[in-house]
């Protein structure tokens, strides 16, 4: 099914040890709290599912959807929420889960735009890092796995919306036409 895998980057123990760090250090930061759990659709849902699960705190869940437009292939800075959150993070401590921090605009657009309904607190969690690439001046509080400017796919990631339920991570064969949402 995954033939057109050029190579596997991350297995499924990489990311489950990475898993395993990032919630070790959630639990210990959020003790006693109860915060908002935010997902960007749609890349990060397989990680949340497993990030969550290794979570010892009380917490919410909700998502957030948005889309760059303007550019094909990568992000043109010009980023819209395309479907909102549903709690009331007013007060509350978020945590915003994302599969990837690339250029940052994505990530630093939602940041801003949920500092805008008042919440204690927002920090970043993100699986995968690619510091190399960043346009935007953003550090994620919580990155499990820091990678060399490459297209990667699997584990929620996907190209053209495929890929996403592959269990580990890797590089495919053809990288035109990446969808970025
Ligand atoms: P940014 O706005 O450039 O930081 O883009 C972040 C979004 O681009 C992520 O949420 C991903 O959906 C997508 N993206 C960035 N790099 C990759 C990649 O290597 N594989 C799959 N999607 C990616
Ligand atoms: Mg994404």
């Given at each position: 099914?995954y033939?057109?895998?050029?190579?596997?980057?991350?297995?499924?123990?990489?990311?489950?040890?990475?898993?395993?760090?990032?919630?070790?250090?959630?639990?210990?930061?959020?003790?006693?709290?109860?915060?908002?759990?935010?997902?960007?659709?749609?890349?990060?849902f397989?990680?949340?599912?497993?990030?969550v699960?290794?979570?010892?705190?009380?917490f919410?869940?909700?998502?957030?959807?948005?889309?760059?437009?303007?550019?094909?292939?990568?992000?043109?800075?010009?980023v819209?929420?395309?479907?909102?959150?549903?709690?009331?993070?007013?007060?509350?401590?978020?945590?915003?889960?994302?599969?990837?921090?690339?250029?940052?605009?994505?990530?630093?657009?939602?940041t801003?735009?949920?500092?805008?309904?008042?919440?204690?607190s927002?920090?970043?969690?993100?699986?995968?890092?690619?510091?190399?690439?960043?346009?935007?001046?953003?550090?994620?509080?919580?990155?499990?796995?820091?990678?060399?400017?490459?297209?990667?796919?699997?584990?929620?990631?996907?190209?053209?919306?495929?890929?996403?339920?592959?269990?580990?991570?890797?590089?495919?064969?053809?990288?035109?036409?990446k969808?970025?949402?």
């Amino acid at each position: 099914m995954y033939e057109d895998i050029e190579k596997v980057l991350f297995d499924e123990e990489d990311i489950s040890r990475a898993a395993d760090d990032m919630a070790s250090c959630i639990n210990n930061d959020y003790r006693g709290c109860r915060p908002v759990i935010i997902g960007v659709l749609k890349g990060s849902f397989i990680f949340l599912a497993d990030l969550v699960r290794r979570l010892e705190i009380d917490f919410m869940v909700d998502f957030i959807k948005a889309s760059s437009y303007g550019g094909n292939t990568e992000s043109s800075g010009k980023v819209k929420i395309t479907s909102d959150i549903s709690v009331d993070i007013r007060g509350r401590d978020v945590i915003i889960v994302e599969d990837i921090l690339d250029t940052g605009y994505t990530l630093s657009y939602i940041t801003e735009y949920l500092k805008g309904f008042s919440p204690h607190s927002v920090k970043i969690c993100t699986l995968f890092d690619k510091p190399g690439r960043r346009t935007v001046p953003i550090k994620p509080d919580y990155a499990g796995i820091v990678i060399d400017d490459m297209f990667i796919v699997g584990y929620g990631l996907d190209y053209n919306e495929k890929y996403r339920g592959m269990p580990y991570v890797g590089v495919p064969k053809t990288q035109s036409n990446k969808t970025k949402e």
